[in-house]
């Protein structure tokens, strides 16, 4: 086919300004190229990358970013879109769109799968430049993008990978070339830190770094020639510093490497709302930002750029302009022109959510709880997608499901303001890492009945505590009951602090149910109600303090020979020492103030002889069978003198031979004692009642009788029918224990003697007020103390002790259960109570919780090694049997345990 010389100046003119206009409009490059084609594919989209001189690989939450790096699909918000136009030179425009959306769909790597789908295009319209004497030219290239991107979360939820699958199509006239191209990229985002020196200017910071591979394909055919895509290596870094509303910081550094051109550096920064040191307000209006880029071969390096942000929580009229829980931010930007070129301009817009993410109640069944027990509410975590935000939850249960509903549409439509009831609460934080910004709990204040009512007859629950599992990225809202048997329904509200509202649900609806049903707990619970348990340990106790009583050895003047005055008390001493073998002494010898002048001399003389007298009464000691290496001779001289006069008798008073305490290893001794805790379990006050604890070797059956039909008071071991057991009952102690408010408890410690292994425990249950006729005495009896054949187990929790906060079980712990497993095998018939304990620290609802836990892991590992369920009982204390009460960190260790006591056959 042969052209006219007119149109082949008018396809030449628009091949230049096709590759002239790509080159200004990419902001990397304007080398020559003789072997990679298809320069578009080089073109960022989006204002937004051009102030940033398109340092785009390392950053986080940005639509535009995912064409440097497909990583960054795998951190975009629940939703967001973005748009942009550029005009410039001849005619020739630009134009994107892109939409990414987060599906939850569960992978094997990931529980959340991100798609986005984005198409750029650019074009010339139509010209004549040969007046006519030709058909007018045009060129276009469009660009379709499918993007795919996850957490990696088997490895860690901030690592992402993604990948673009492209389709590119390049049009010049009736020419075209089509290519599929493909791109890969890896994202890493550190979790949130908090800065060293906050409020100064940032809070936290982030951390992220990106690499990618782009335009990886098969190569281009235009015009019979085969050209390569432009294969680009890239490699990204980016530092983001902020605070929640206000200044924000964000420095970026590219690096990237292209088919046939020089690899280049690139730098980018932005400060996030410009204004926010001066007002809240207006504050968060505007961005500004800059980059510059170090390829030489650029017509201008420098860029800048700027951004409008609008939200609904700005000051009006401003937040009236975006929709409700949303966001949008205009981006412009600027290339400088030149001499050959006007400057280029362009312009973006995003929509973006700012609200808590979307998320889900765990375990939605109907569950039903025992009043007396605890209820357990569960949801998925949820973050805030802006980078500085904070998440919070509100639950909320109404007996009403119907007016529960109202409200949460009420709170949708923002025509009720749930935050009053927030403003002056106690909140409590925890600090959540492995992808859980920080989490807080509104705990409201009580009203008498355990709960807070407001809009609609809805409660707000409140004694209540919550945990985090960072693995199911799941949280455990747990509280006591305190309300009527019947069903009840429940809602979870998240909100950051700009008052966002999102709550949980399934299926379509915000809403769960439970239910709750009387025990026979509750059936008491309008009186009294003393329950009583004992606990018999062996505790380890420090010898007890060993004083060195004895009178000094005496020496004549200048003499390093015992007195003969002193034979008797030498024989007190090794009397004495033979006493206590583990015991190390010191046998200190001094001397008076005399000797011969002069005064230095004299007190080398005086040394030299205070130490041989020690010596030599060691020499004596050890004559006597006595261990040299339990003593240990030092002369002090007259440096330490009983008399300080200077006369005959305050000198032979301070010539002498002392012994003192060097080093007490005696072995700890093994106490057995008995705990006796007592806890009303009722729903009044007790009143002040007395115990008398007793010990015996024997419960003879008549005994056992008396006991069990309460025929006995707390004056004596005489019961009602007049018998008499004082031959067997000893009295250990007599105990008032105070005024037990309902679930108080109180404790009281008696050494056991181990020829006298039953413990009774006796109170008079007229002095319980109101009490009801189950008023019982109790035969406190469990089995023997200690013995070998582990009639009566207690685990310490120095082998199985846990972590702050966790009720996971330790490597060492597991080798050591494996041990008692062997032996629990052994006495098939026996049945235990696994105790679960925590340290003060914390609420002490949510300790009860942790402990149940505790005990429950130690259980499961047991059955899991052969040991029958119903064998073992799980029984959580929470804080209320510590084996240390100092506040201290030693002491918290010591009570975060479990103890395996055996309970019966």
Sequence with gaps: MKFSGSKKSILFLAATLWVAAANIFLPTQLSGQTQSGATFLKVLPGARQQGLAGSLTGAIDETYALYANPGAVGFLREWQWSAGYTEWIADIFNASLIYGKQVRLRSPWSDRVNFALGIHYQGIREFDSSRGAAVPASAKDVLVTASLGSPISVLSRNIALGLNIKYFRSELAQFSANALVFDV??????????????????????LSAGVSANHLGTSMKFLNSATPLPRTLRAGLALNLGTHDGLQLQLALDYKSVRDEDNRFSFGAEITNLFSPFGKGFGRLFDLRG??????????????????????????????????????????????????????????????????????????????????????LSWQATVDPDLYDDVAYLVMVANDSLKLDQLIKKAKADKVDLFQFIRGTFITQRSASKGLQTVSMVKEGKNGNGFYKGYDDFLVVVDSTFSVDEKQQQIDYTFQPGMMQGDYFWTAMAYDRNHHIRFAEKSGSHIAAFQVEFDLFTLKSKKPDLTVRIDKTVKTLPPPRLKVNLPGISFAPDSANVDE????????????????????????????????????????????????????????LVA???????????????????????????????????????????????INTAEITYTNQGGQPSGNFTVTIYDSKQIPEELRVELVNSNFSSLGPVPKNGHDFSNILRVLRNVTVPKLEPRESATIEVRCDEERPYIIAVVD??????????????????????EKNLDLMLITSNKVAFAFDSYQLTDSTKEWLNDISKILRDAPLEKYEIAGHTDSQGPEGYNMYLSLLRAQSVKSYLVSRGIESKRLIAQGYGEGHPLDRRPSKEAWVKNRRVEIKHIEK
């Design 291 to 376: 980059g510059y880029n170090f390829d030489d071969n650029l017509l201008s390096k420098l860029s800048v750029g700027l951004s409008v942000r609008l939200d609904d929580y700005m000051l009006a009229p401003l937040k009236n302009i975006a929709p409700r829980n949303t966001s949008l931010r205009m981006d412009m930007g600027v290339l400088d022109g030149n001499e050959f070129f006007a400057p280029v301009y362009r312009g973006s817009i995003t929509h973006q959510p700012i609200v808590p993410e979307k998320f889900e109640f765990v375990n939605t069944e109907q569950k039903t709880f025992k009043s007396s027990g605890y209820i357990k």
């Design 765 to 786: 249950k007229d002095d319980l007020v109101d009490e009801i006729d189950e008023a019982n005495n109790w035969i406190l009896e469990r089995s023997t103390l200690p």
């Design 624 to 670: 006597q069978g006595i261990d040299a290496d339990r003593l240990k001779a030092m002369g002090y001289g007259d440096s330490k003198p009983l008399a300080s006069t200077n006369s005959p008798k305050a000198w032979a008073q301070n010539r002498r031979v002392e012994i003192g305490l060097l080093e007490d290893n005696r072995p700890a001794q093994k």
């Design 185 to 206: 990229g890896l994202l890493y985002r550190t979790p949130r830190f908090r800065l060293s020196q906050p409020g100064r200017f940032f809070d936290y910071g982030i």
């Design 565 to 620: 005055k002193s034979e008797v008390v030498f024989w007190q001493w090794v009397d004495f020492i033979k006493r206590y073998p583990p015991v190390s002494f010191e046998i200190s010898g001094h001397t008076d103030n005399t000797g011969p002048p002069p005064p230095d001399y004299r007190k080398k003389y005086n040394q030299a002889l205070s130490q041989r007298r020690a010596e030599n009464v060691v020499k004596a």
